[in-house]
């Protein structure tokens, strides 16, 4: 049995929420052991968009510098009406930054990943790559756990920072029949070269369409284009569909079919409406990130969401003797925050896809008004999210 909290902690998930609570714990002294099932070369993604609230933690850690040769800062968010490309609105996103900070950027998520990695182990932070931890005859008092080939393994706390569908999440909360999707989400990786004609500048765009969203921003210093196009699960009859049958069903949809036409890489993702788990910690287990909190990816907040957890979590155990104190201090500082962005993601679901008809043409006005008259009116709705914490 250990003493101290700090001795030995398992950190199960090699995504952000992971990788930045073992760096900011390294640098505070304490050493941890991170258990991820896939190998490092396998742990990729698509596109994804940190904004000032993420990259400023980032650069806390000490890896603004690779991460400038890998990102790309972005200048607005605009949203469009997908049916006439009128735009709707247009944020400027250098009122959230300062000058040369990392501000708002995307970039490839395997790139990111591989930096946190490469400065995880600067830090001798333990890697064990290639082990599912499974909850079979797991207890979270004990704190002895598995890999699905039966190694055993210890630790003085263990974290759960494995993500969507987390299994330590089920550990410690009930999980009911099986929800079914809210949403489908269709991911490509496309050339910007073959898209010629085509101007993607330094902006998210955000295209609306009625009950259907696209969304597309450039990575890799603009050489790709991240596409997303998002519609409600409601009309689907198997969430084993192809990608190509779901793709029929983006109705409005010539722009997506010439991006996807030229897609190096495609992805199809089930999407959930997003929630707080009510129990975030017991006895010597605590969750992060996505295992905690699964939203949507409407404000682009999962992983920025998973960074703050990694870094206030750490905090939290480093300056605490007592575990319980700690881990109580941990949901204090972050559970208003959380709640309020789940809520807001939820809203902006409701708000992206909305059918055509009265709601739909009042939704394009009211934002077009807004951007015209008060577009404090739309920074204010973003600014408490991107405020550094
Ligand atoms: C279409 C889409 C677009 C998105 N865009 C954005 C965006 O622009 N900005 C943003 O901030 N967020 C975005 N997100 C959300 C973001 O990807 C997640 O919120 C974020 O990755 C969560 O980080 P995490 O560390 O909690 O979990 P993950 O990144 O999921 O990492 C969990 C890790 O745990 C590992 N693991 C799982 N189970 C086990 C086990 N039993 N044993 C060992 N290892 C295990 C997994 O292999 C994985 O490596 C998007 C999501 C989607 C679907």
């Not at 396998?42 to 850690?61: A, C, D, E, K, V």
């Not at 990392?102 to 490469?118: A, N, S, V």
């Not at 206030?312 to 949901?331: E, G, H, I, P």
Request: glycine share 8%.
């Amino acid at each position: 049995m250990f003493e101290n909290h700090l001795d030995n902690i398992a950190i199960i998930g090699c995504g952000l929420a992971g990788l930045t609570l073992a760096i900011r714990l390294a640098q505070k002294g304490v050493v941890s052991t991170i258990y991820e099932k896939e190998n490092k070369g396998n742990l990729g993604g698509m596109g994804i968009q940190i904004t000032p609230n993420g990259s400023s933690i980032l650069s806390r850690l000490g890896v603004e510098e690779p991460l400038r040769e890998i990102s790309s800062k972005m200048e607005s968010v605009n949203a469009l009406d997908g049916l006439t490309s009128k735009r709707l609105f247009s944020l400027d996103l250098n009122q959230f930054g300062k000058g040369d900070d990392l501000g708002y950027f995307t970039c490839h998520r395997g790139k990111l990943i591989r930096i946190l990695c490469d400065k995880a182990m600067d830090l001798r932070v333990r890697f064990c790559f290639g082990k599912k931890i499974t909850p079979e005859g797991f207890s979270p008092h004990g704190v002895e756990f598995s890999s699905d080939e039966g190694e055993e393994f210890h630790a003085s706390l263990l974290i759960g920072a494995d993500g969507y569908g987390s299994q330590i999440s089920e550990t410690l909360n009930m999980v009911g029949e099986k929800q079914k999707p809210d949403f489908v989400a269709l991911r490509g990786l496309v050339p910007t070269e073959k898209l010629s004609g085509l101007k993607f500048p330094n902006d998210v765009n955000i295209y609306m369409y009625p009950a259907q969203h696209l969304v597309t921003y450039g990575i890799d210093m603009g050489k790709l284009l991240n596409v997303v196009a998002i519609r409600p699960f409601d009309h689907m009859v198997d969430p084993e569909m192809e990608f190509a049958t779901i793709k029929d069903g983006f109705h409005n949809f010539q722009f997506l079919e010439s991006l996807f036409a030229n897609a190096t890489e495609t992805r199809k993702n089930l999407l959930f409406m997003g929630k707080v788990q009510p129990q975030w910690f017991a006895g010597r287990v605590c969750l992060c990130g996505d295992a905690l909190h699964p939203m949507p990816p409407f404000l682009a907040q999962g992983g920025n969401m998973a960074i703050e957890d990694g870094w206030v979590l750490a905090s939290s155990l480093v300056n605490n003797s007592n575990l319980t104190d700690a881990l109580n201090l941990f949901k204090f500082k972050r559970q208003q925050r959380l709640e309020r962005m789940v809520r807001y993601t939820n809203s902006q679901a409701w708000i992206n896809h909305l059918k055509s008809g009265l709601m739909y043409q009042l939704r394009n006005t009211t934002m077009t008004l807004a951007n015209r008259t008060f577009p404090n009116l739309i920074a204010n709705r973003y600014s408490w999210i991107y405020k550094e914490i």
